[in-house]
T-cell receptor
Framework: DVKVTQSSRYLVKRTGEKVFLECVQD?????MFWYRQDPGLGLRLIYF???????EKGDIPEGYSVSREKKERFSLILESASTNQTSMYLC???????????FGPGTRLTVT | AQSVTQLDSQVPVFEEAPVELRCNYS??????LFWYVQYPNQGLQLLLK??????LVKGINGFEAEFNKSQTSFHLRKPSVHISDTAEYFC???????????FGIGTKLQVIP
């Protein structure tokens, strides 16, 4: 079974703090994704990575950056957290080809 | 660019009744289609997928979906729902040759005892 783990289930940060969300997978998948999930908006892609050190912007990259130094780990960074980044963040992985994605349990981030 | 429309944000249904959750998509290229389910406080998990071949796809937990190319739809159905089916359901589309997936806004299924 594919296992995707996220570093925290719940996180509370203050406005202006630098925030790191980490995602680790154990299935040697090439592709990794970061989404945010908001009520009424569904899932929106922030960034994805198709190889180590490779990244591509998704639909809403503003205010975020990512890092992928090792194949199994994909980090999402909020350089200076703002209240409008309060959300559920979901990491996902997948192989190449037309296959499904595998999701982590999510991190609910609150920025006060 | 592709888009996904889930026509109902919430669907209440009595236990053991049938249910249909609707999904329409638009895309200029051929697509792969997915339904995911999200139980409270969990990530998404795959319910079923359409890649090619038979337009009727069966998934886990008794769910099935039918791909209709002419109507650009991929509706999800279950003939008899259970309390444990209470969850949020997401339709998703992935264009052939691309890695990015577009998700719908989700439909909350509330099964009433």
């Amino acid at each position: 079974d594919v296992k995707v783990t996220q570093s925290s289930r719940y996180l509370v940060k203050r406005t202006g703090e630098k925030v790191f969300l980490e995602c680790v997978q154990d299935m040697d998948h090439e592709n990794m994704f970061w989404y945010r999930q908001d009520p009424g908006l569904g899932l929106r892609l922030i960034y994805f990575s198709y190889d180590v050190k490779m990244k591509e912007k998704g639909d809403i990259p503003e205010g975020y950056s990512v890092s992928r130094e090792k194949k199994e780990r994909f980090s999402l960074i909020l350089e200076s957290a703002s209240t409008n980044q309060t959300s559920m963040y979901l990491c996902a992985t997948g192989t190449g080809g037309p296959y499904e994605q595998y999701f982590g349990p999510g991190t609910r981030l609150t920025v006060t | 660019a592709q888009s996904v429309t889930q026509l109902d944000s919430q669907v209440p249904v009595f236990e053991e009744a049938p249910v249909e959750l609707r999904c329409n998509y638009s895309s200029s290229v051929s697509v792969y289609l997915f339904w995911y389910v999200q139980y409270p406080n969990q990530g998404l998990q795959l319910l079923l997928k359409y890649l090619s071949g038979s337009t009727l796809v069966k998934g886990i937990n008794g769910f099935e979906a039918e791909f209709n190319k002419s109507q650009t739809s991929f509706h999800l159905r279950k003939p008899s729902v259970h309390i444990s089916d209470t969850a949020e359901y997401f339709c998703a589309v992935r264009p052939g040759g691309y890695q990015k997936v577009t998700f719908g806004i989700g439909t909350k299924l509330q099964v009433i005892p």
